[in-house]
């Protein structure tokens, strides 16, 4: 049975809990974690298994881009030996297996929900796969990326173009002898590129890659990781509020960057010196050719900037702090196009990976806290629907939200606003009055 095949749950379901957390991820278990300190009676219902999504939709050579010290789960700091590391993917799951095990949650395992509704009465009506279940508050720890995004004339390409999502991709051996396309320069887009290229280099195969928007960051500056020096500048700490973009940063696109190999930057440009074929944003297909746009330079301009940027605010940290750092110079661009390339024929391409993304679905609740976008409407994790929270979204309240670094604070929060509602006795569900969303601590 693989992970991704639903398992028998360890024990029958209850007709009724006091609290039911969609979602075994580490979102899930860390409210469950919470709840569990409190001595709040829950379950957790995981479709698949604990950790399943570190195994079944992350490529071979995965490692985290943000290091191990960041890796902070409730009661679960990171208690290896190299803190300034990156975790391969096998670390990963082995680090959200042992927390798991660290405390013994009531994790359900094989059990999808199929529906959630308000109930009669009051809480809420679980459909699952295991039987219907009625809990007074509910906690939707599946996070926002559910259905993987590739465009709808993908299915026009000629059928011997492998095609997979990043979602799919483990390895360049899923993919036919012959040239890949890969587009999407998010970090995954930009680490899979990667990936394929170090392992084409010398067999005259050749990687394409459609650049997106997406900004790059270094990964050292100054004799330190830019991570530690945003992290003491607060960056990590600033809500989404005020955020510069506000809450268009929860649908923002990450820098890229890597910790493969110790962590080191992602040059593009070095890429396209080296033989990787670069192109601007993918706009579609026609006659058997497949066409861009002409924003190859502006995008890799772009990139360039924002790692400028992150390097102007390092340096003047530094400047106020009186901090001893070591001089270095700025990035010079190794490469630049002399035009933007905007057009590829499918006849020299074998295989296509899409790294564009996922979307949300949220079609299963059936609970009005939703905007005209789809998006959960919420404080800090707290809907409008009484008794029901969200948790481990991207930006839910801080950048680190939807990562390891910032989900034992929203846990937190959330479990507070879980035991106050249920100590004052409001009445759950949609008809009830919502609790208030003050500061307090800190799907499966």
Not at 25 to 54: D, P
Not at 194 to 220: C, K, N, Q, W, Y
Not at 275 to 292: I, K, N, P, S
């Amino acid at each position: 049975m693989t992970l991704t095949e639903a398992a028998p749950p360890r024990t029958a379901l209850p007709q009724h809990v006091p609290v039911a957390v969609v979602g075994g991820g580490q979102a899930g278990l860390s409210i469950s974690w919470h709840l569990v300190q409190r001595g709040v009676e829950h379950v957790v219902l995981e479709r698949a298994t604990v950790a399943h999504e570190w195994v079944d939709a992350r490529w071979d050579t995965f490692c985290l881009v943000t290091p191990n010290w960041q890796c902070q789960l409730p009661g679960w700091p990171y208690r290896g030996d190299d803190p300034d590391g990156f975790m391969v993917r096998d670390e990963v799951v082995e680090y959200v297996r042992s927390y798991a095990a660290s405390f013994d949650p009531p994790v359900h395992e094989g059990v999808a929900v199929l529906r959630l509704s308000p109930a009669a009465g009051g809480g809420y009506t679980l459909a699952t796969s295991a039987g219907e279940l009625h809990a007074d508050q509910v906690v939707l720890a599946v996070g926002g990326y559910h259905l993987p995004v590739v465009p709808p004339w993908a299915s026009a390409l000629p059928e011997r173009i492998t095609q997979l999502h990043s979602q799919q991709y483990r390895n360049p051996g899923q993919l036919p002898e012959g040239d890949v396309l890969v587009v999407g320069t998010g970090q995954s887009g930009a680490q899979i590129a990667e990936d394929l290229h170090l392992a084409f280099r010398g067999t005259g195969r050749r990687v394409h890659l459609a650049v997106g928007s997406a900004p790059r960051i270094a990964r050292r500056y100054r004799g330190r990781d830019v991570v530690a020096w945003l992290d003491d500048l607060g960056h990590y700490d600033v809500p989404v509020e005020q955020h510069r973009d506000g809450e268009a940063a929860r649908v923002g696109t990450n820098h890229y960057v890597t910790g493969r190999d110790g962590g080191r930057d992602i040059d593009l440009r070095t890429f396209a010196l080296q033989g990787m074929q670069l192109y601007g944003t993918l706009a579609g297909l026609r006659d058997g050719v497949l066409r861009f746009e002409p924003n190859l330079t502006a995008h890799l301009d772009r990139a360039d900037a924002v790692d400028d940027g992150a390097k102007d605010l390092i340096d003047r940290h530094i400047a106020a702090a009186g901090i001893d750092a070591p001089a270095e110079d700025r990035y010079v661009p190794v490469w630049a196009p002399s035009e933007d390339p905007t057009e590829l024929d499918t006849a020299a391409v074998a295989g296509v990976v899409w790294a564009i993304g996922f979307r949300a679905d949220w079609s299963w609740v059936r609970v009005p806290v939703f905007d005209g976008a789809g998006y959960p409407t919420h404080t800090r994790g707290v809907t409008s629907a009484p008794g029901l929270f969200v948790l481990g979204l991207p930006w839910l309240h801080t950048w680190g939200s939807g990562r390891f670094s910032g989900i034992a604070r929203d846990a937190a929060f959330v479990a507070d606003r879980i035991t106050e509602l249920a100590a004052a006795g409001a009445p759950s569900g949609p008809g009830g009055a919502p609790p208030a969303a003050s500061s307090g601590s800190g799907r499966a």
